[in-house]
């Protein structure tokens, strides 16, 4: 049910591995505000403008190496902030070959959802061992016109380079980080998907040839936690955030964005190839 942007054009695939992450989403009360700060005070580049979708709203920006959605649900309206709720993984070929190879694995899955029924621009693929919650999920998104998604996805890179990253100066998502009660069992369920998954000191890192990388680190609830971007200079960036009244609580040491501003996000910020791996958000 989760989120794409409407496309045409198909390119032609085979094999069922995963690439890539290709998208993941933020879900708020206030979805279409929040994009428009993003937008606006961030100077992300828009991914696919918002609007209504029958049971769910969304629009989306580009962050450099991936695209955030910003979406709303019915219900919402319950939230009491916002949460990053999904992480969209890029199959190598079509549903039908992701669910063969899903299976040759072991890995359990739900029956895949297209979207719309009658005519799909995209189809889902929920997976739900790798963060066995009920905030959040990992799916598998199998977009029918592939060609027409990465070309504006390539587009959306290109404009936010030539922005030099906007004034926080963004290259990109360095890490989704995922929080987890049960270590071992995350890396079993992860491994089975993917086998590059590996022990990075105390977490589970998996990495990919492009994007952003997902990392595993031990808490006391199982979701989707937040983000971590790599930028061009921490101190250009942080005396931006001064200026503006956005910084938030030091995490670890690690920059943040104030998560009020960006609707109860979790946003950690790092210089690009200085800064060692870890530092997560938490709490």
């Not at 942007?5 to 998208?23: E, K, L, W, Y």
């Not at 049971?55 to 991936?66: A, I, K, L, Q, Y």
């Not at 905030?135 to 990465?150: E, G, P």
């Not at 200079?233 to 938030?248: K, N, P, Q, T, Y």
Request: proline share 7%.
């Amino acid at each position: 049910m989760f989120m794409a942007a409407p496309v045409s054009g198909q390119v032609g695939q085979s094999g069922g591995s995963i690439t890539r992450v290709d998208h993941f989403f933020a879900e708020s009360a206030s979805a279409s505000a929040l994009l428009d700060f993003l937008m606006t005070q961030f100077e992300l580049p828009e991914a696919w403008p918002y609007r209504a979708y029958g049971p769910f709203e969304s629009g989306g920006v580009d962050v450099g190496n991936v695209t955030l959605e910003v979406v709303r649900f019915e219900d919402s309206a319950e939230l009491g902030s916002g949460r990053f709720s999904g992480i969209a993984l890029e199959p190598e070929g079509d549903t039908e070959s992701a669910l063969d190879w899903l299976t040759e694995r072991g890995v359990e899955h739900r029956t895949p959802e297209p979207f719309p029924p009658e005519d799909p621009v995209w189809e889902n693929t929920t997976l739900p061992t790798l963060i066995p919650s009920n905030v959040s999920v990992v799916f598998i998104c199998d977009y029918k016109n592939r060609s027409l998604v990465l070309e504006g996805q390539q587009a959306g890179r290109a404009l936010l380079a030539e922005r030099n990253g906007g004034p926080l100066g963004i290259l990109g998502v360095r890490d989704l980080v995922i929080e987890s009660t049960d270590m071992a069992r995350s890396r079993a369920d992860w491994s089975r998907l993917l086998p590059q998954t590996r022990s990075a000191g105390d977490d589970v890192l998996i990495e990919f040839d492009q994007g952003p990388r997902i990392r595993i680190h031990r808490g006391d609830t199982d979701r989707f936690a937040g983000i971590v971007l790599t930028v061009r200079s921490i101190d250009e960036a942080r005396a931006f955030l001064e200026e503006r009244e956005l910084v938030g609580p030091s995490i670890d040491g690690a920059l943040s964005i104030d998560p009020q501003a960006v609707g109860g996000l979790r946003i950690l910020i790092t210089q690009a190839a200085s800064t060692p791996h870890g530092a997560p958000p938490g709490g």
